[in-house]
Every structure is written in C-alpha cells, then in structure tokens.
C-alpha cells in the first residue's frame, strides 16, 4: 500500500464506525479510526427492533466477526459484553389528554417476538459501543480518539485529512459516520437549508434515577405484558415521551433510565431563556399520570435540549468518500428505527467498498446505490413519523395509523429474518446478497412495486388531516379502507381492524406470518419464507416459552 498511511478512515467511532472497522479489520484492510471524543460516552439510539438484531447477526455471520453476534441479542450482551442493558418484551403507548388522569382504556402494545433469540433490549449505548470500539482496535483498527478532523483533500488517487494538531493521514477512501456535525457534510455545504422533511420536531433528553415502573402508578389496562419491561411511549397531542428503562429485569444492575421528550417544534417552538429542567417541569404539570410516574426521579447527566431534530443532505456519496446513515440525515427517535437503519447502510455499503479496495475504483457512481438507499430510508421514515405525530390529535386516530407501522415493521423484518433462518439452514452464502437483490431497497417492503405508492396513499391521508382537509373521523375510515382493501397485505396482521390495542408479536403470529408467506403471499415475497420452520424448532429446542427475567 505504498503512499497511503492506511486504506480507509473512517470518521466517528460510535456504533456506525466502529461496525465498519471490525469488519474491515477483520478482514485484512488497514484502517485508522478517528473521533474527536472518547470511550466510554453517552449516546443516544437505546432501544432495538428485530431488524437492527437481525442485521448484526447477519453481518457477523457474513463477515466472520462473532463481536456483532454477542450485541444482537439480550442474553449475549448479557454473557459477553455488559449486565447494564435492560430487557424489551414490546412497544408500549399510552395516551395522554392535558390536566387528566390517563384513561387506561387509551393504550395500545406490541408484543415483541422471544423466538428463537430471546427478547429484544434496550442498549447501555456507553458499553455496547466501548465493546465494538475496542474489538475493531483488537482486529487492528489504528484509533485516534480525542482528535479534530478539520479537512478532507481529495485527488484522483488519495484523500488526505488534516488535523487540528497539524498532522495530515493519507488514505484510500473515507467513510464519514460522524453524525450530526459531518465533517464532510460541512465541508462540502451538503446540508438541505430548509431540510427538506415534513416531521418538525425537537427534543429534551437524559439519564434519570428513581423512575417508577408505570405499572405501579396506573390502573391496569389488560395489556398483554408490563409497560415496564418494554419501551414505554407517552403520546400525546403534539408530541411524545419516550421511557427506556436499563433496570427492568431481576438481574438488573444499572439503576438509570433513558427518558426524552420530543415536540412538535411548529407547535412548541424553544421558548429563549427557558431551561430544559423548566420546560420538563412544564411538561408534567400538564399530565398528571406522567408526574406521577416521575415523582421520585432524578436526572443523572445533565438535560440536553436540541433545536430541530431533523437534517437532510443533498448527496451521501462522492469520489472517495461516503456517510453512513446518521451522518446523511436522521428523523425522530420515534419506533426506535435509527440504528436498524444504520445496520441497513452498513450491510448494503460493506460489499462495495470491499470490492473497491480490492480492484482501486472508489468512484462515485460505484457507490450511487447508496445513496439511493441513504436518501429512501429516509424519506420513508419521514412519512411514518410525520403521520404519527399528526394521529397523536386523535387517540382511534393513532390506533389506525399504528396498523401502518405495524405493517411497516412486519414487512421490513420478514425478508431479513427470512435470509438469516435460511443461512442457518442451508449454509448457503449467496443468500447474503440476495438481501440486496431488491428494486426498491429503503423501502419496507423492497420487492413489491405496489407498496411504496400505497404507502405514500396512506401517508396522504395523514397530510390532508394535517392541512384540514379531512377529519380524524374519516381519516380513520380511510386509512380502514386502504389497509382492509390491499390484496397483497399479509391477511395474518388484521390491519383493516384498525382499532384493535393489542398488535400481536407473539411465536404464534409468527407462526402465522410464516404460513401466509410460504402459500398465500405474492410471488416477489415467497423467497423470504423458504425455510423449514419446524426443523428450527427442533434446533432451538420446541416451541419457546417466555424466558423470566
């Protein structure tokens, strides 16, 4: 490698970064890993979803580093990593009216699937990404931590960054993961000025100590598990709560609690001059359930407040360089999709910039694909979140929508568990790059032309409730309409009962999804489910039972 310091920077060592390093580390190729901070830290992104998992055990297995298997599930974080992580058994919501008693009947849940990896969890972000930096650094990842990348110089054959000490790395390609403040996204001005995005929203955030489970301070709703051994959201008209709790399981031993506040900015603008602590004790004062719930609650960091959550870029890619997901835009933490969208970027990027290295084409069109798929991620997460927050006027209006992301999820998880369970089964590699072999990757449902224009169907209705065109009333009757009239919508889901609670996730609707994709769903889908889901069974043990935590 004559000429170059290392094959590839890569700028931010959070989750994003420090997957790529061990994979690149991993697999021969010198790499320096840059951060103007250190480890451990606090960092945002807490709870998972089955498509975040399901991606790191994918990656772990195509790329042979058995360090993204140990994070993809509870109980392996628990045997290799950290005991800080708590446990995630679903998604909870309940609705909140101002100065009232929350009318337990006003709540909806998801149970999250336990088969056959145990639960999902909600991530001690300071010890995940402590573990995945340094076992990039025990691959042989150079790190740099404490260092300010001030620029990037590209030529034809190198790029070149400089520091704020003077010091200059010569590289073969860069990969900005760097979040929020991009290092190339300022560089090259790639920021969207006004971002381009419908959600508008802002946040306040932090660490507490002396939360109480919700389940101690409400009237029992007969939802199919605790709010506490979920993530617990409180919606409301304009925004919505989010509550992660570290010490909800018998072996618990981190006290803290993740809990943010995020608004509607359009509605509730930052106010100047008033503090994050005022701006909270505002917030409870207007709801009395959530007051109680936080009356013995401490903040254990600081409170963070943040203008508009939301940023967009113009490009993702470039001759020599490419950001990764968080570094190209973000949304809302809402549904917990950022870091299963990160896992999406790096699975589809990896493959490429391996091929690069190997045959020195790191042109832009080489990589154009990904932003295709940075951009549509997040266009359609755009649209799931802009709905949400429109549907939190209405609580049946909120019922129906929550059937769109119900479907959204289902769809974007069944393809990824399909290419894993099959992998396990057959052994075969080529099923790693049929993930990929898809005309409509970003969406959540990639193979079927139909759905991304039905999807923006029901993402209009949301607006026209927005603009006051329609009423949450016929709103609900048309978004019924649209879900109970798709023909090619998995039958399994229900979705045209749009004011149904409860959303199962157990093994039986598993079960079910599974039957309806080997033989009733369209032909583009049935690749996903061919797998013997019996002889899973058998090697996982028999039908699971819920592990008691």
């Given amino acids: 490698m004559s000429g170059y310091d290392y094959s590839v920077a890569i700028l931010g060592s959070g989750i994003a970064g420090s997957t790529l390093a061990n994979i690149l580390a991993r697999h021969g190729h010198s790499v320096v890993l840059v951060d103007s901070g250190t480890h451990p830290r606090f960092a945002l992104g807490e709870s998972t979803i089955g498509e975040t998992t399901y991606l790191l055990k994918l990656l772990a297995e195509r790329f042979d580093v058995p360090e993204l298997g140990h994070v ?7 045997s290799h990593v950290t005991s800080a992580c708590g446990v995630k058994r679903n998604f909870g919501f309940v609705y909140h009216r101002d100065g009232q008693v929350q009318n337990p009947e006003e709540v909806t849940q998801c149970s999250v699937s336990e088969f056959p990896n145990g639960p999902e969890m909600h991530m001690h972000r300071q010890d995940i990404d402590s573990y995945l930096f340094y ?7 150079e790190p740099r931590q404490r260092t300010m990348v001030e620029r990037v110089d590209f030529t034809a054959d190198a790029a070149t960054l400089t520091t704020r000490s003077g010091e200059t790395i010569r590289v073969r390609y860069v990969v900005d993961a760097s979040g929020r403040n991009s290092v190339l996204a300022n560089q090259f001005a790639l920021r969207e000025e006004p971002c381009r995005f419908r959600t508008n929203s802002r946040t306040l955030f932090t660490h507490m100590v002396g939360v109480t ?18 993530t617990l959201h409180h919606i409301f008209d304009g925004g919505w709560l989010w509550v992660i709790p570290f010490d909800n399981h018998r072996k618990a031993t981190n006290p803290l609690c993740s809990v943010g506040l995020n608004l509607d900015a359009s509605r509730f603008p930052k106010e100047p001059g008033l ?77 490429t910039l391996l091929a690069a290295l190997a045959d020195d084409d790191f042109s832009a069109e080489r990589f154009g694909h990904i932003d295709t798929l940075n951009q549509t991620i997040l266009d359609v997460n755009d649209k799931l979140v802009h709905g949400s927050y429109v549907s939190f006027r209405d609580f049946d209006l909120w019922r129906a929508w929550s059937k769109v992301w119900f479907l959204g999820w289902n769809m974007g998880i069944a393809r990824i568990v399909g290419t894993y369970f099959g992998y396990l089964e057959k052994g075969d590699r080529a099923l790693f790059d049929r993930l990929l072999d898809a005309p409509h990757l970003g969406t959540f449902c990639p193979d079927l032309p139909e759905f991304q224009p039905f999807f923006d169907s029901l993402s209009a209705v949301m607006v026209d409730v927005e603009a006051g065109r329609l009423t949450p009333a ?3 009757e048309r978004l019924a309409g649209l879900l109970g009239g798709a023909d090619f919508l998995p039958a399994p889901l229900r979705l045209g009962d749009v004011l149904r609670r409860w959303h199962d ?7 079910r999804m599974y039957e309806w994709g080997r033989t009733n769903s369209p032909t583009p889908l049935r690749r996903w489910y061919d797998y013997d889901l019996d002889e899973l069974l058998t090697r996982t043990g028999g039908t699971p039972q819920p592990a008691v935590f």
Avoid at 306 to 329: I, L, P
């Fill in 72 to 78: 993809s599930s509870f109980e392996g974080v628990r």
């Fill in 275 to 351: 503090t994050a602590e005022q701006e909270w004790a505002a917030y409870l004062d207007r709801f009395p359930s959530v007051a109680r719930q936080f009356a013995g609650a401490r903040p254990a960091w600081d409170w963070v407040s943040t203008g508009r959550t939301q940023y967009s870029s113009t490009r993702t890619v470039g001759d020599r360089w490419a950001m990764m997901s968080h570094a190209a835009g973000a949304i809302d933490a809402l549904f917990s999709r950022g870091m299963a969208n990160t896992m999406q970027v790096i699975y589809a990027f990896t493959p």
């Fill in 505 to 511: 996730g157990s093994f039986e609707a598993q079960r």
């Fill in 474 to 476: 016929a709103a609900v």
């Fill in 213 to 230: 489970p919700f389940d101690d301070v409400t009237t029992p709703s007969g939802q199919p598990s605790l709010w506490h051994q979920g």
């Fill in 135 to 141: 076992s990039a650094v025990r691959y042989g990842a």
